[in-house]
């Protein structure tokens, strides 16, 4: 196990001839200087390692002690080397080791919380640091217009819950390597399970959604559902995910808002709830409006304003004529037409429609 005190210094990439030695990709600031600070290890065993060559500004060969042979040095390929702290040079004031950075706030030069860094990448040719989520990153678009209006008017309120403040150490984690290897890293079962104790303690008949790409496709009837519930909890997953006992424990709705990839669960929560708050009594003015939307029996007809006639396409005259029955025939026609032409999957029977009605 590696704790916090240890520096990553290097990663074994591969064998290097036939006599057990090793290439080695190095983070110290001199390659040479990976062995300068006594031995290495992955977690588990000690090594004492000895450079044998410079091969770039950030590579050596290296032996290490007890290895002769290549099938020996395969075995140490993708090992991460460490060293404790307290090995390493004391740094200036203003001087910190990747793994330190860990748990810090990012803030921006007029002082203001851009996030918490979770991360640190290397990729040879620049490191990127990765930010964790901003609980300021809500209400975000909420805040503005229809739904910005209600929520400042009391019609629906929101609550953000920092998972972060729920980890158990001092880097405030929340993410670990997945069982099994592969890409990235999860959020943690029992930290998100203690954010989770906490709300439903303050609200427990909430409904839990969990925005994710495995979840059934958000659907405006979907929307309709969750509103009445009256209490709904959005949890938002980062990096490859979530543990999957935390929806199986707790019973997780999962929610997808379409077939492709975004960065965190935010934006997908942000779009469940302005779909969900606009269907709250009091936020949409007009109640016609909701019984009009589009994905009510297919797609939304053609709408038009004023001028009458712009760039030399006019608006179509049954429009213009001031009959409703027309209008309403007009306007169903096209709904079906646009919407077996575009989204078939959603075509219902139109009501009202009459053969042989108006296509002006």
Request: charged residues 25%; hydrophobic residues 35%; glycine residues 10%.
């Given at each position: 196990?590696?704790?916090?005190?240890?520096?990553?210094?290097?990663?074994?990439?591969?064998p290097?001839?036939?006599?057990?030695?090793?290439?080695?990709?190095t983070?110290t600031?001199?390659?040479?200087?990976?062995?300068?600070?006594?031995?290495?290890?992955?977690?588990?065993?000690?090594?004492?390692?000895?450079?044998?060559?410079?091969?770039?500004?950030?590579?050596?060969?290296?032996k290490?002690?007890?290895?002769?042979?290549r099938?020996?040095?395969?075995?140490l390929r993708?090992?991460?080397?460490?060293?404790?702290?307290s090995?390493?040079?004391k740094?200036?004031?203003d001087e910190?080791?990747?793994?330190?950075?860990?748990?810090?706030?990012?803030?921006?030069?007029?002082?203001?919380?851009?996030?918490?860094?979770s991360?640190?990448?290397?990729?040879?040719s620049?490191?990127?640091?990765e930010?964790?989520?901003?609980?300021?990153?809500?209400?975000?678009?909420?805040?503005?217009?229809?739904v910005?209006?209600?929520?400042?008017k009391?019609?629906?309120?929101?609550?953000?819950?920092?998972?972060r403040?729920?980890?158990?150490d001092?880097?405030?984690?929340?993410?670990?390597?997945?069982y099994?290897?592969?890409?990235g890293?999860?959020?943690?079962?029992?930290?998100?399970?203690?954010?989770?104790?906490?709300?439903?303690?303050?609200?427990?008949?909430?409904?839990?959604i969990?925005?994710?790409?495995?979840?059934?496709?958000?659907?405006?009837?979907?929307?309709r559902?969750?509103?009445?519930?009256?209490?709904?909890?959005?949890?938002?997953?980062?990096?490859?995910?979530?543990?999957?006992r935390v929806?199986?424990?707790?019973?997780?709705?999962?929610?997808?808002?379409?077939?492709?990839?975004?960065?965190?669960g935010?934006?997908?929560?942000?779009?469940?709830?302005?779909?969900?708050?606009?269907?709250?009594?009091?936020?949409?003015?007009?109640?016609?409006?909701?019984?009009r939307?589009?994905?009510?029996?297919?797609?939304?007809?053609?709408?038009?304003?004023?001028?009458?006639?712009?760039?030399?396409?006019?608006?179509?005259?049954?429009?213009?004529?001031?009959n409703?029955?027309?209008?309403e025939?007009?306007?169903?026609?096209?709904?079906?037409?646009?919407?077996e032409?575009?989204?078939?999957?959603?075509?219902?029977?139109?009501?009202?429609?009459?053969?042989g009605?108006?296509?002006?």
């Amino acid at each position: 196990m590696v704790h916090g005190d240890m520096v990553l210094l290097g990663v074994v990439r591969a064998p290097h001839g036939v006599m057990g030695l090793v290439k080695v990709r190095t983070f110290t600031e001199d390659p040479s200087h990976i062995s300068a600070y006594g031995p290495l290890t992955d977690g588990h065993s000690c090594f004492n390692v000895t450079v044998v060559s410079v091969l770039g500004a950030d590579s050596v060969i290296a032996k290490f002690d007890g290895l002769s042979s290549r099938t020996e040095s395969e075995r140490l390929r993708g090992k991460r080397l460490y060293v404790r702290k307290s090995s390493l040079p004391k740094l200036q004031e203003d001087e910190f080791y990747e793994n330190e950075l860990i748990g810090m706030d990012a803030k921006l030069e007029d002082g203001t919380t851009y996030g918490v860094i979770s991360a640190i990448l290397n990729f040879g040719s620049c490191d990127i640091i990765e930010l964790s989520t901003s609980t300021d990153m809500f209400p975000g678009p909420l805040g503005y217009s229809t739904v910005g209006n209600a929520l400042r008017k009391g019609l629906w309120s929101l609550n953000v819950v920092d998972i972060r403040s729920f980890a158990g150490d001092k880097h405030l984690t929340v993410d670990d390597k997945p069982y099994g290897g592969g890409p990235g890293m999860l959020m943690k079962a029992d930290v998100l399970g203690r954010c989770i104790d906490s709300v439903l303690e303050a609200h427990p008949d909430t409904r839990l959604i969990y925005t994710s790409p495995k979840g059934k496709q958000f659907t405006q009837d979907m929307s309709r559902q969750i509103v009445r519930f009256g209490n709904i909890t959005l949890l938002c997953g980062r990096f490859e995910g979530i543990d999957e006992r935390v929806v199986d424990v707790y019973n997780f709705q999962e929610v997808s808002i379409g077939d492709y990839v975004i960065s965190g669960g935010e934006l997908a929560a942000m779009v469940v709830i302005d779909s969900c708050v606009r269907m709250v009594a009091g936020v949409i003015g007009n109640k016609d409006s909701l019984n009009r939307e589009s994905f009510d029996g297919g797609l939304e007809y053609p709408q038009y304003t004023r001028p009458a006639s712009w760039k030399g396409v006019s608006v179509p005259d049954v429009l213009l004529r001031g009959n409703h029955r027309e209008t309403e025939l007009w306007r169903c026609r096209m709904s079906r037409i646009i919407t077996e032409r575009r989204r078939p999957d959603l075509l219902k029977d139109c009501s009202g429609e009459e053969e042989g009605s108006s296509n002006e």
